[in-house]
């Protein structure tokens, strides 16, 4: 009796002493957490990741090991799923897709989505070819291939913005007024060797409507093809009408950082003139009719060779996403600073 009553007695002074532990500690873990609220920024996105989320083996990786992903994205989506919605975005959107969480980034890193993409930007040059220089120059890897080969960008529009002085006549006025004349240079260009040139004083946002192979006669959208070679691209556009024109076009590619591809430096602009059977030539042997052609070279003595010098202003590259919203859409004063870098 005497030892029941001796457990009776001990064993409240033992939970209130736990009790006592567990708020402390509670409320312990309570304050910092009101202490870290005014440094940390809230991120509500992140609940759908756990609160810890480990790295996890790539797509189709060899390890076995059994693991319970804890973010509850990744619990609802099942790998397969979240493949296939990976194979149907673009490059440029993987990459965005990769900083999101680790997991992420090592299903993208499966060279299956690289190696799609790098067959479809240089499929002029075969299937063979490009596994050559991939073995060659890339150390067998897409991904590195994607980043450092020249390649034209085929997801927005190359633009050159040039300016010059005319000017003007005013009746009564002791000086004559000077107008500043602002146009651009468009080119979108296609994976099969296609691509489509404009030249108009429109904004982006105005042009980018009309530059598909559906345009009207009267959006004045003219076709053309065009090789890549390295960083070199020959491009060549037919003007047709009673003295038909031939557009040389030859252009360097760059890139503000690796990958990017988002400039062109126009090296030379030549206008020649063509006969009535090359005129009459299929659109895609305009290219090769021209090809070899010296720049003071024309097939028609009404229209002579004409190698421009003025209008060369590199092309800036503006993704489909940025056309409303791109400096390049501002009016003349405002662009005064603009410098394409």
């Known amino acids: 009796m005497r030892g029941n009553l001796a457990l009776l007695k001990h064993a409240p002074m033992a939970s209130s002493s736990d009790f006592a532990l567990a708020v402390s500690s509670e409320l312990e873990s309570v304050l910092r957490f009101k202490t870290v609220d005014y440094f940390v920024t809230r991120r509500p996105w992140l609940d759908l990741y756990g609160v810890n989320v480990r790295p996890v083996a790539p797509f189709g990786s060899v390890s076995r090991r059994p693991y319970v992903d804890s973010a509850l994205l990744h619990r609802c989506l099942p790998d397969e799923l979240l493949f296939e919605v990976f194979a149907r975005m673009t490059p440029y959107d993987l990459g965005k897709a990769s900083c999101v969480c680790r997991k992420w980034r090592y299903t993208i890193r499966n060279p299956v989505f690289w190696r799609n993409a790098c067959l479809k930007a240089w499929q002029l040059s075969g299937v063979v070819e490009n596994y050559k220089i991939l073995q060659s120059k ?186 409303e919203t791109s400096v390049l859409n501002l009016p003349v004063e405002k662009m005064d600073y603009y410098v394409p870098g």
């Not at 004349?181 to 404009?198: A, H, N």
């Not at 990958?259 to 290219?287: H, Q």
């Not at 052609?293 to 202003?313: C, F, I, L, Y």
């Open 138 to 323: 890339y150390d067998g890897s897409w991904r590195k291939m994607w980043l450092l080969r020249p390649r034209l960008r085929t997801d927005g529009l190359y633009v050159s913005r040039n300016t010059y002085i005319r000017a003007g006549v005013a009746e009564w006025k002791v000086t004559n007024p000077v107008h500043v004349v602002c146009y651009f240079r468009y080119m979108r260009f296609f994976p099969s060797g296609r691509f489509l040139y404009k030249n108009s004083s429109q904004k982006i946002k105005d042009v980018v409507k009309c530059m598909n192979f559906r345009s009207s006669k009267a959006d004045l959208v003219f076709g053309g093809h065009y090789t890549l070679s390295d960083d070199k691209v020959e491009a060549a556009v037919l003007y047709p009408g009673m003295r038909p024109t031939v557009l040389r076009i030859r252009l360097r590619l760059r890139g503000t950082t690796a990958g990017a591809n988002n400039r062109m430096e126009l090296i030379s602009l030549v206008t020649s003139g063509v006969n009535s059977n090359e005129a009459t030539a299929p659109e895609e042997d305009i290219l090769g009719v021209v090809e070899g052609w010296q720049d003071d070279e024309t097939h028609n003595p009404d229209v002579p060779a004409v190698s421009h010098k003025r209008g060369m202003t590199p092309f800036v590259f503006v993704p489909f996403e940025e056309v």
